[in-house]
């Protein structure tokens, strides 16, 4: 995301423009807002992440990150375990 604030604001417009980053999962539209040496980023992710494998439980997760299983997930967020090019493990 860093990246593609600095792309957009490299040329010192003010505008929001749009461009399309070449990453390892396709190309990537991207839509970028400055803002005077920031800004925002939106992006649309070529295909979504797909379930794959178990996640470690609560128990697990919350020994590897020093915190207690109950800070792990909340409301209808739980953790998860996927792949888009890579593998990835979330947990809120």
Not at 61 to 90: N, P, T
Request: charged share 25%.
């Amino acid at each position: 995301m860093g990246t593609a604030v600095l792309l957009g604001d490299l040329d010192g417009g003010t505008g929001e423009r749009a461009f399309v980053l070449e990453e390892k999962i396709g190309l990537v539209p991207c839509r970028v807002k400055p803002a005077g040496g920031s800004g925002r980023a939106t992006f649309d992710i070529p295909r979504l992440p797909a379930e794959e494998g178990k996640a470690p439980d609560n128990a697990t997760l919350a020994a590897a990150l020093s915190i207690s299983a109950g800070d792990v997930g909340f409301g209808k967020f739980a953790r998860s375990a996927g792949r888009r090019e890579i593998r990835l493990l979330s947990y809120p």
